[in-house]
């Protein structure tokens, strides 16, 4: 009796040591490919600090590899006058555009998602098949029909009623920015309708109809009762909808090249066609005597840490916030 009990507690020792030795492993594991997740992601960043913190003179040196050799804000000091011409204004100004077209896209993407999810009408099911259709489909293909469209603008001929030559081109405008994201071909909104709709499928039907008991109608019963609910997935499109517009190049340099907009700022200006531009204008500003492609690229650097500043500030105070409601939003899950 004695050797059995023994031997059975030499197994359990046995188990629970496999067993802690097992999660020790999995531990070990674990942390070495978080650790070189963290250092894929971080490195090119880290290389970055001699790079945009170094004298313009001593880019390219050799010895230069983790730390400047004399720290200095130059390239900053420079992306501010080539990009921020109005100074802080400039930020601003991106930023009130993208609040605004984010105001719109997620006015009417809850709109459209509530329709498709909770309206039966006549033909809804194609309507939605035509939302993924066109987030399926590349932008670029619906490019030129829609600068044709709005170059020669004439809301369906009622402006024959009110100009003579009945069309007028709304090209390098922002209203026509403001225009694909009422009509939904802003910046991904396609994705955005359908996130609505998934969000507003998955609330249940007893909230309509407890609503409807207490004399609200359509329009009562939506505001009211669906938006207050559907705060996860407002926030979630908010948030990508700020992000995406932000740093959109793509419409804005197509409807509204002249626009107050940073990111096509930094694109036009940095644009490959325009280095010897930038280096000669760092060359007269700060007295450099020689600027090679090394300052062009610390200068560039320069400005996109400049013009990530309200995405990072978004980024850390909504992160927490953001990824709870992306789980009940449809994104995932």
Known sequence: MKNKT?????????????????????????FCIIAGLCFTILYPIVQLVPTIFSNIEDLGNPNV??????????????????????G????????????LIMSIQVFFSAMAGYSLARVKFLGHRVV?????????????SLLLAQYIYYSHFNAFGLLKLFTAAGEINLINKPITLIMLAVLGFGVQQSLFIFIFSQFFKNIPNELEEAALIDGCGFHKTYFKIMVPNAVPAISTVAV????????????????NKDGPYLSSTLARVFSTANKDF?????KVWFN???ATDFAFDAVKQAAVLIFLIPLLLVYFGAQKWLVENLENSGLVG
């Open 6 to 30: 023994e031997n059975a507690s030499f197994g359990l020792k046995v188990y629970l040591f496999r067993k802690k030795w097992k999660n020790v492993l999995q531990s070990v594991f674990l």
């Open 88 to 99: 802080i204004m400039t930020m601003i100004k991106s930023i009130l555009y993208a609040g």
């Open 278 to 282: 930038v280096l000669n204008a760092i």
């Open 128 to 140: 939605f098949f035509l939302v993924i259709l066109v987030f399926l489909v590349p932008r670029q």
């Open 288 to 290: 450099v005597p020689l």
């Open 65 to 86: 590899i983790w730390l400047p050799l004399e720290f200095s804000i130059t390239s900053f000091r420079a992306a501010i006058r080539f990009c921020m011409p109005e």
């Open 240 to 255: 990508l909808s700020f992000v995406w517009n932000y740093g959109d190049t793509y419409l804005t340099s197509y409807f």
